[in-house]
């Protein structure tokens, strides 16, 4: 057993060896997140032009004014500022259901399986373990006895064997997996702040639509009456049928438009059943009326500084970079000597009772070194591939940032014209209004002719239209600049990537 003893102590003193080789750095470049943007003016860092303190205000739904507030954070369930307890339970459903998120969550557990195989394989030494029996002849000139001899050898066995990450590439590895992992959490994020945004988007388009179709069905009801006024008026010979076409053209024009707004209407409920997760024919999803939206007083805006740290596509797209960072070392590292240790011990005996004797006692160490001689240059070409593909990650990144500060700085001018078209779509619906009640009491008094209620009717039918698209849009860019920002992912309790 003594040399068994000493066998392993130098064993041990190879593998301590190794440790140390393994602490060396590791070749090729040590990843640093990008720095944050800097902007001219830290007031308006979206905009050569100021913002104003806050946006216009109108009379009536959805007319207050908001106003923006530097530095606000935002709510981990940001849709709540909407305050429809309908809408905050079909997200909630749909974050439990939603296959995009599950698979998305599959991706992510796929990725963390993959380092958490390779860590384990890489870092440290391989162990197997060996039984076997083996029945063998040798002949007599092999064996020197007169008509040869048959046995049978009976051996168990444990072999190490592990390779020095002397240059990194293990190391380099490794950190590629985890970046791995990091693009699929924050693609995670990218998904759940999608999926949110979308069932916003889809139940305001919804009370959008409705509320078109009960402008509209209203707009047809008045004419209706005005057709069946006209018609009187015509058998009493008090106006020509002329003005009767006139206004059966403007009913039937009006009720022409009605068959699109279902249209839409019906397709805006597929979209929210599909987006909640549920079959497209669900009956049990819940309406929405822009009367029970609430419009936020109040809307967030990070600084650039921040929002690089709060857009899930800007992490995932660092997180790209991190892993292109980490190949060139891995590129790198190829082109280096590449050092194997190994040992076994073992019981070799031609009887079983024989196994665990000190005569049956086996082992054996062993070193190898192997590197790249001759290869045609491949290993370089690979190195300089790997750069090529850090270069376009770190250009795909600047891109997404730049889209990102895009996104924030669009928003923010239509949440300011949102609020424009909206006062101006007021007072031009109000002076519709006024002008039909002017043009009703003329008629009625016999001052004007019908055709110019006619067109009072039809301005007050594209008035009104007109404001309900106005007061959705608000509520859409309000929704729109919530996702632009993040979505406020780090304020909620659980993260989007937890395990179901």
């Given at each position: ?209 409705r509320a078109q179709l009960a402008a509209t069905q209203a707009v047809i009801e008045a004419q209706q009456r005005s057709l069946a006024l006209v018609q009187r008026q015509e058998a009493l010979g008090g106006i ?247 979505g406020g992912w780090w304020n909620r309790a659980e993260l989007a990537d937890a395990q179901r």
């Amino acid at each position: 057993m003594t040399t068994s003893r000493t066998g392993w102590r130098r064993a041990s003193l190879a593998l301590a060896a190794a440790a140390a080789l393994a602490g060396c750095a590791a070749v090729g470049p040590d990843f640093k997140a990008p720095a944050a943007p800097t902007v001219a003016d830290p007031a308006h860092p979206y905009s050569a032009a100021a913002w104003p303190a806050e946006t216009a205000s109108a009379p009536g739904r959805a007319g207050a004014a908001q106003r923006l507030v530097l530095e606000r954070d935002i709510p981990g369930e940001w849709w709540q500022v909407f305050h429809n307890q309908a809408l905050d339970g079909l997200i909630r459903s749909a974050l439990a259901q939603s296959p995009t998120l599950a698979a998305a969550q599959a991706a992510l557990r796929q990725a963390r399986e993959l380092y958490e195989a390779e860590s384990g394989s890489r870092l440290m030494p391989a162990v197997t373990g060996q039984a076997g029996a083996q029945r063998s002849r040798q002949s007599q000139a092999a064996s020197s006895v007169p008509g040869g001899v048959e046995y049978t050898l009976y051996n168990a066995s444990v072999n190490v064997g592990y390779t020095i990450d002397a240059f990194g590439a293990t190391r380099r590895s490794l950190e590629a997996l985890q970046a791995a992992v990091d693009v699929q959490h924050w693609q995670i994020e990218a998904a759940y702040l999608s999926l949110t945004a979308n069932l916003v988007t889809a139940a305001v388009q919804e009370a959008s639509l409705r509320a078109q179709l009960a402008a509209t069905q209203a707009v047809i009801e008045a004419q209706q009456r005005s057709l069946a006024l006209v018609q009187r008026q015509e058998a009493l010979g008090g106006i020509g049928h002329q003005a009767v076409l006139a206004q059966q053209a403007q009913l039937a024009q009006t009720r022409a438009g009605l068959p699109a707004l279902q249209k839409a209407l019906a397709q805006t409920r597929l979209q929210l059943a599909v987006l909640a997760g549920r079959q497209p024919d669900t009956a049990d999803l819940p309406e929405f009326s822009l009367d029970s939206l609430q419009l936020p007083a109040e809307l967030p805006l990070s600084l650039p500084s921040a929002l690089v740290r709060q857009r899930p596509d800007i992490r995932a797209s660092e997180a790209l970079l991190h892993q292109a960072s980490a190949q060139v070392g891995v590129a790198e590292a190829a082109r280096y000597p590449q050092i194997t240790l190994s040992g076994s011990l073992g019981l070799q005996a031609f009887k079983p009772q024989n196994l665990f004797t000190t005569a049956g006692t086996a082992w054996s160490l062993g070193a190898g070194i192997a590197g790249p001689i001759f290869n045609g240059g491949a290993l370089a070409a690979r190195a300089r591939a790997a750069v090529a593909a850090y270069d376009q990650a770190q250009a795909q990144y600047r891109q997404t940032v730049l889209v990102a500060f895009q996104n924030v700085a669009s928003t923010l001018q239509a949440l300011q014209s949102d609020a424009d078209a909206l006062r101006a779509q007021a007072a031009a619906e109000a002076l519709a209004r006024e002008s039909l009640a002017l043009a009703q009491s003329q008629y009625d008094a016999g001052a004007v002719p019908v055709l110019t209620l006619l067109d009072a009717q039809r301005s007050v039918e594209q008035a009104r239209i007109g404001l309900v698209q106005a007061q959705a849009a608000r509520f859409a860019d309000s929704a729109a600049l919530f996702q632009a920002l993040g979505g406020g992912w780090w304020n909620r309790a659980e993260l989007a990537d937890a395990q179901r």
